[in-house]
């Protein structure tokens, strides 16, 4: 659960203030009385309804520079001591499709990892410009780059990364091409009609270390209800969503749902998943 979110001012290493915090225009930029108080009354109301929540804070500049991330536990030190604080989630909307800032990506996993903290890579997407073969290559490297440095830093240097979300489910929902003037961008796993790109078979490949037996293929089944079945079967219910399933053999199987942002629907890839909520 999101408890607190983007309140390190990311131009610098001190907490938001004026208008872009109306908390931090109370208590200012060093004090963080309102972030320990919000996971005092977070964990309190968890454990009065016997949820099982694990409580974050969410942040894009968590691998932003070393004094950034120094930030992120600097403020939340209070909460973690109290035991208020769970995880951190690290926002990932790259710009830099050779992922040259590995060091950085490195150097935040373990810093969190050294302070105790479960990690969960939030928000990832790359802004390619590029839709043509070659750039979905390009994009399905970036992606592969960026994913290798996580694993490897979950497996071997036993980081507790525990999830990776994905901004938006393809490349007609992307936040991008509303937001900024100078697209139209393609950074998602899936395409403008909800078909896998070659990302999407990347990280599948990399994450499962199999090539999927089947592929997602979309069958237009009209008023039909949805029939999530194995093996790639697929339809499309009133709702206008689609679930896509290949069954990647005794590995698991790895099982995504294309909507349009709806409630529900979701990308799993192997233990990696991105879900909406209205």
Known sequence: YDV???????????????????????????DNTYIT???????????????????????????????????VV???????????IDGLGMQAHQT?????DGDNIKNALNLFKQNGYEVQITELDFASKDNSESGQETLANAYSKFMNIVLTQKNSNNVNVSGVTFWNLTDLDTWLNTQKDDGPYYPSLFDENYMPK??????INLVKGTTPTATPTACHGA?????????????????GRTKYRTDSGANGSTDTRAGAGKTGDHIDIGSFRRE???
Do not use: H, W
């Open 37 to 71: 108080k919000a996971f005092e009354y977070a964990r309190a109301a968890q454990t009065a309804a016997g949820s099982g929540a694990k409580l974050f804070y969410n942040d894009y500049v968590g691998m932003a520079s070393p004094g950034q991330m120094k930030a």
């Open 74 to 84: 600097k403020y939340l030190a209070d909460a973690k001591a109290a035991g208020t």
């Open 223 to 239: 008023n039909s209800n949805p029939d999530y079945s194995a093996n790639g079967d697929t339809k499309y219910g009133t709702n």
């Open 276 to 278: 909406y909520s209205d």
């Open 4 to 30: 607190v979110n983007e309140v390190i001012n990311d131009n610098g290493c001190k907490l938001r203030t004026g208008t872009k915090s109306l908390y931090g225009a109370i208590f200012g930029e060093e």
């Open 198 to 203: 070659a990302a999407f078979t990347a990280l």
């Open 96 to 100: 830099n499709l050779n992922v040259s």
